[in-house]
């Protein structure tokens, strides 16, 4: 669909526009590639059956691909990179939220050794670029925070360290969950004591900006811990640069964002709009069900179910020591993002359907040509036929009805039904005299054009051009 094809076509010129080159990975990895990379998302993967040979794995993502073509090819020190493509995950559909299991995502990452944020500050600048390209200019906020800070926070807290994986997946749920069930998770079922899990509470329903940035570094205990002094120093250094791109106004330093996936090192964000996040999430005082009445059927589409959001539409982060996992080669620093197409595509079609103002475009075509006549009409193929194909040398799209004799309603409600913008009308009267009526459709019907304006057939291509370009 155009929507659609807007999609890529938008978030493909931003990555072209900042240097990037395309590159593509196989659809599936070695199992163990995958293995151990996403966090308690590992049982998410698609394992393919042994058929006497590698045990593989279809993708969950295009971010370990990457790092593990990275380490093949040596001889590649630095690198703007983006990948459109499919991957593949077990989870349960909500077709409606573009929650899928096979759906598209869209990489750019910035690989190779750079002064520190400078290439994080541009991976944050692409994603405001791509988020104003489609339309969504103040209907977004980029929500970031640094991996360092996060676990400096949960040291001085004094989570063990064998836990903070563990801790930081739950923290990650405050987005769908109140903090009384994320605490219960903690305590009860990873095994933190409470005490600390209230300390940690103080911290992660925090969020703001330069302010909580000020904050954070005015507190001696916080600062005294070298994993959160490190990660109050990059984002200090982030704001600035992301000052000069004028992204700050979008950003949104929530330190409730942990991100689940184990191979992040430092920033961490995901890009968020009305509508990511569940109608409602339970209230502190209602006791969550510890049991389903039923198992849960990952056959069944649970895009009606209110406790499911879109989720983000983008997110990424930094991630430093994971092509050093694929080789022996030194580690080579990579940032990225990922932009969930799907997600992208429902919340557009959706605020579309809300519009009354929308028209969905179904495809490209600009024009439809036409024809009517009285009593004997003939139906004018040749001279649709004639026009479509002048049309087309001209490089406009257009179309026209494949009936010989097409009645005029017919032609108008095909017309429509793909949001075809343009009408070219052709009459036996008017033909006789050179003419041919140009109309846009969808006018009101005190609109003085609503019927179409008589142009010279020998103006016809340019007349639409210059319309066209109008309406662009």
């Known amino acids: 669909m155009v929507i659609r094809d807007k999609i890529f076509s938008t978030i493909t010129d931003v990555f072209k526009r900042h240097g990037a080159v395309t590159i593509d990975t196989p659809v599936f990895e070695l199992k163990e590639i995958l293995s151990g990379k996403y966090g308690e998302d590992s049982k998410l993967i698609y394992d393919i059956a042994d058929q006497g040979g590698e045990i593989c794995s279809l ?3 295009l971010t370990v691909p990457f790092a593990r073509w990275l380490a093949m090819n040596a001889s590649i020190q630095n690198i703007k990179r983006y ?6 995950r077990r989870d349960q559909p909500a ?19 750079y002064d520190a944020m400078l290439p994080d500050a541009e991976v944050l600048r692409i994603a ?8 969504w200019k103040g209907k ?28 930081s997946s739950a923290v990650d749920k405050l987005d769908k969950l109140p903090w009384a069930e994320v605490r219960r998770e903690m305590t009860e079922e990873k095994g933190l004591e409470g005490e600390t899990a209230d300390k940690i509470g103080e911290f992660v329903v925090q969020k703001g900006s330069a302010d909580l940035l000020a904050q954070l570094r005015s507190n001696p205990t916080l600062t005294a811990n070298s994993s959160a002094a490190k990660g109050l120093e990059d984002m200090a250094l982030l704001f600035e640069y992301l000052t000069a791109f004028d992204v700050l106004d979008r950003i949104s330093f929530d330190l409730s964002l942990a991100r689940g996936l184990d191979y992040y090192t430092g920033v961490i964000f995901e890009i968020v709009t009305e509508g990511s996040a569940p109608a409602g999430p339970p209230s502190e005082t209602e006791k969550p069900a510890r ?5 849960v059927d990952f056959e069944e589409d649970r895009s009606s179910d209110p406790s499911i959001g879109y989720g983000s539409v ?10 050093s996992m694929f080789s022996k080669r030194s580690q080579v620093p990579c940032v990225g993002i990922s932009f969930g197409v799907d997600r992208i595509f429902s919340i557009t079609k959706a605020r579309m359907g809300v519009s009354e103002s929308a028209s969905i475009r179904l495809t490209e075509v600009d024009v439809y040509v036409m024809a009517f006549g009285m009593k004997g009409f003939t139906g004018m193929l040749a001279e649709r036929m004639e026009v479509a194909r002048t049309l087309w040398d001209a490089g406009i799209n257009a179309e026209f009805s494949y009936k010989v004799k097409p009645k005029l309603p017919a032609q108008f409600k095909a017309a429509e039904a793909n949001g075809v913008p343009w009408a070219v009308i052709l009459g036996e009267d008017e033909q006789a005299e050179g003419k041919v009526k140009i109309k846009q459709m969808g006018l009101p019907d005190d609109h003085p054009d609503k019927n179409g304006v008589l142009v010279d057939m020998n103006d016809l291509v340019v007349e639409l051009r210059a319309r066209l370009r109008e309406a662009a």
């Open 314 to 323: 983008a997110a990424g982060g930094r991630y430093d020591e994971l092509v």
């Open 291 to 295: 049991k389903r009445e039923k198992p």
């Open 59 to 61: 993708r969950y993502d």
């Open 128 to 135: 405001s670029e791509v988020f104003d390209g489609l339309g």
């Open 140 to 167: 977004y906020v980029i929500k970031l925070n640094h991996r360092k800070i996060l676990d400096g926070i949960f040291e001085v807290c004094g989570v063990p360290l064998d836990k903070i994986r563990a801790i």
């Open 83 to 88: 990948h459109l493509a499919k991957v593949y």
């Open 95 to 113: 077709m409606t939220k573009g929650r899928m299991r096979e759906f598209y995502q869209c990489d750019f990452d910035i690989a190779g050794v």
